[in-house]
């Protein structure tokens, strides 16, 4: 429970990316805190924001990236799948951080990872990148060990999975910004697929996937509309939680 005594020791980064978006609803109570003086000035929570009003990635920033995952074996297998499920699939980081090692099913050839209600076919490579980090199964700080752990991607102490915190940090030095590359890859993917599909493979709420793809005319527009005009750098403090369905 946060009270006006418990304020000051939040961790404010991890605390709100290691939720859902619910947690931005504290933002009113620091707010009166603040006012009231029984918090300092310093300790904030920045507004939340719907994927809908964040500037996506650029598309041949988000493909260049994607393709360096792909193929780059000098990177940290968690790393690319990680990313690749951000910028592919719009999977939220902390979706990703609590991943089981259950979700992910191999028969035969095929690789499946189940994100929804139903399983979602991984393609080459992602399918091997999957296969690679089920046998491994390593936490964060044991490189070289491993561990049992029934997460996927594994903490550093025992029984403990990745915090998204540092998941997202860790994105955020191979230059992948969740919220950025989410609204990307939905812009994208909203296109392409129903409502029905997009909800059942990507976890996305049916209210959700409903409001992407009756604005996939104009998402395709907006894109159209990218390639005629400069790309400024982006707002890179807009990368704040916010979950798959929301």
Request: glycine share 8%; net charge neutral.
């Amino acid at each position: 429970m946060l009270t006006h005594r418990s304020a000051t020791a939040v961790p404010r980064p991890e605390w709100i990316d290691s939720g859902n978006s619910t947690r931005y609803n504290a933002r009113g109570f620091i707010e009166w805190c603040r006012k009231n003086r029984h918090i300092g000035k310093d300790l904030s929570m920045p507004a939340f924001q719907r994927l809908n009003h964040v500037r996506p990635t650029d598309e041949d920033e988000r493909w260049a990236i994607t393709r360096r995952l792909m193929h780059d074996e000098e990177l940290a297998i968690e790393d690319r799948l990680a990313g690749l499920l951000v910028l592919l699939y719009a999977q939220h980081i902390t979706v990703i951080s609590r991943l089981p090692t259950t979700t992910v099913t191999v028969d035969g050839p095929h690789t499946s990872l189940l994100l929804g209600t139903e399983p979602l076919l991984l393609p080459d490579p992602l399918d091997t990148l999957a296969r690679q980090l089920l046998a491994r199964r390593r936490g964060h700080t044991t490189i070289g060990s491993v561990s049992d752990s029934v997460w996927l991607f594994p903490g550093a102490y025992a029984g403990q999975h990745l915090s998204s915190y540092h998941l997202g940090e860790r994105l955020k030095r191979l230059g992948i910004y969740s919220r950025p590359g989410r609204t990307s890859a939905l812009m994208g993917l909203s296109t392409q697929l129903p409502a029905a599909v997009l909800s059942k493979l990507l976890g996305l709420s049916p209210e959700s996937a409903t409001a992407w793809t009756q604005s996939g005319g104009n998402w395709a527009r907006y894109a159209a509309e990218l390639q005629d005009r400069p790309h400024p750098g982006l707002d890179r403090t807009a990368d704040e939680s916010e979950t798959p369905g929301a």
